[in-house]
């Protein structure tokens, strides 16, 4: 049973493009956590997700950001026009159900804008 | 607000010995969940383990396990026998049953030396 499969691994942007950061959930899971960690830093929520529904986004900024859950496919955390304040690792997790005490974390994608 | 605490952000310990890792949490809400992950340099998130609000005995996994102290609001993780693959970063979290998204402390890095 895979787990959780974020990618790319790595993505380098220059300032002012697109970046899209993709999750795949582990099968049978159906909600989807987005989560960004800064450098030295911990954890931060952005986004909980489920199929074709945007649950909680209160950690999301409010612009060039945003995040989907179709009902087909990975889950795709956007942001457009990168500054380099984003960089950052951007790990997803995903859980069978609403319950946090199941989130399975995937490997991450670190974002570098230069 | 609810917040979780980690003062110490760097714990040293020789291989073999137990170590202490502190967590103290803030929240009004009685449900609750508390979490410990690793994230070794590879990157990865790793969950260690999990304590429910309403659990009656401190959980334990392998060589982990969590002194659930609920008066005093702490959730400090203990691990025993250390290895010197356990130096890492971890991570004390919570999340409160109404929620789902988990609430990071900014980490203790242990570094096990032989």
């Given at each position: 049973n895979a787990g959780v499969m974020q990618n790319p691994r790595h993505l380098v942007r220059r300032r002012g493009q697109e970046a899209r950061l993709r999750c795949s959930p582990m099968k049978g899971h159906s909600h989807v956590y987005w989560y960004r960690q800064l450098p030295e830093e911990g954890l931060k929520f952005m986004v909980y997700l489920q199929k074709e529904n945007?649950?909680?986004?209160?950690?999301?900024?409010?612009?060039r950001f945003s995040a989907e859950f179709p009902k087909e496919g990975p889950s795709i955390l956007r942001i457009q026009q990168?500054?380099?304040?984003?960089s950052a690792a951007y790990f997803c997790a995903s859980s069978?159900?609403?319950?946090?005490?199941?989130q399975y974390f995937g490997p991450g994608t670190r974002l570098t804008v230069t | 607000a609810q917040k979780i605490t980690q003062t110490q952000p760097g714990m040293f310990v020789q291989e073999k010995e137990a170590v202490t890792l502190d967590c103290t949490y803030d929240t009004s809400d009685p449900s609750y969940g508390l979490f410990w992950y690793k994230q070794p340099s590879s990157g990865e998130m790793i969950f260690l383990i999990y304590q429910g609000s309403y659990d009656q005995q401190n959980a334990t996994e392998g060589r982990y396990s969590l002194n659930f102290q609920k008066a005093r609001k702490s959730a400090n993780l203990v691990i025993s026998?250390?290895?010197?693959?356990?130096s890492a970063m971890y991570f004390c979290a919570m999340t409160l049953y109404n929620t789902d998204k988990l609430i990071f402390g900014t980490g203790t890095r242990l570094q096990v030396f032989p």
């Amino acid at each position: 049973n895979a787990g959780v499969m974020q990618n790319p691994r790595h993505l380098v942007r220059r300032r002012g493009q697109e970046a899209r950061l993709r999750c795949s959930p582990m099968k049978g899971h159906s909600h989807v956590y987005w989560y960004r960690q800064l450098p030295e830093e911990g954890l931060k929520f952005m986004v909980y997700l489920q199929k074709e529904n945007i649950i909680d986004e209160s950690g999301m900024p409010k612009e060039r950001f945003s995040a989907e859950f179709p009902k087909e496919g990975p889950s795709i955390l956007r942001i457009q026009q990168v500054v380099r304040g984003d960089s950052a690792a951007y790990f997803c997790a995903s859980s069978p159900g609403d319950r946090a005490h199941e989130q399975y974390f995937g490997p991450g994608t670190r974002l570098t804008v230069t | 607000a609810q917040k979780i605490t980690q003062t110490q952000p760097g714990m040293f310990v020789q291989e073999k010995e137990a170590v202490t890792l502190d967590c103290t949490y803030d929240t009004s809400d009685p449900s609750y969940g508390l979490f410990w992950y690793k994230q070794p340099s590879s990157g990865e998130m790793i969950f260690l383990i999990y304590q429910g609000s309403y659990d009656q005995q401190n959980a334990t996994e392998g060589r982990y396990s969590l002194n659930f102290q609920k008066a005093r609001k702490s959730a400090n993780l203990v691990i025993s026998a250390s290895q010197l693959g356990d130096s890492a970063m971890y991570f004390c979290a919570m999340t409160l049953y109404n929620t789902d998204k988990l609430i990071f402390g900014t980490g203790t890095r242990l570094q096990v030396f032989p």
